[in-house]
């Protein structure tokens, strides 16, 4: 199974970031551990990060019939992005959207999301644990008899 991680603007400076809200841990470091998770669960899990709204439609565009599953943080762009909502209804492959912070306890503007009701599921709120119970909900839903 090949899983597409992707984050979006800004996630490239947790740790730095606002810490209160978006933990401590470093994105190299998050990336790290839920590349451990995949190769303990034998799928292939593919990361980027980019803060250009068109990269990470290009990479989406790319993953047509090259990925089974996507996770990702869109970061703000989850608030304003049609463009992005419009690239994964293009290839159509199910995807989870993860925000570490819960953005329903936060400004009225970030409670809003152009993706979640595309979504196969939505985790909001668990900090970085977040992306691990994502991968696990993935590679459920993509090898159900395992469960
Ligand atoms: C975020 C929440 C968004 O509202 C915000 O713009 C981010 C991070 C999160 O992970 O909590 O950049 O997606």
Redesign the pocket.
């Known amino acids: 199974l090949r899983i597409l991680l992707l984050n979006?603007?800004?996630?490239n400076m947790l740790g730095i970031r606002e810490p209160a809200t978006?933990g401590a841990a470093t994105l190299a470091q998050i990336v790290a551990d839920l590349q451990q998770q995949a190769a303990e669960l034998n799928v292939t899990l593919t990361a980027l990060q980019s803060n250009a709204e068109h990269q990470l439609i290009d990479a989406i565009q790319q993953s047509y019939q090259q990925q089974d599953f996507i996770i990702i943080?869109?970061?703000?762009f989850?608030?304003t992005s049609i463009a992005l909502r419009d690239a994964l209804l293009s290839v159509a492959i199910p995807f989870i959207e993860?925000?570490?912070?819960n953005?329903h306890a936060?400004e009225a503007f970030?409670q809003h999301s152009y993706l979640s009701d595309i979504a196969k599921g939505v985790i909001?709120g668990l900090g970085a644990r977040g992306y691990h119970y994502a991968l696990d909900a993935a590679v459920s839903l993509l090898r159900p008899h395992n469960q």
């Open positions: 979006g603007p800004n996630l978006y943080n869109p970061g703000a989850t608030h993860v925000h570490l912070s953005v936060r970030r909001c």
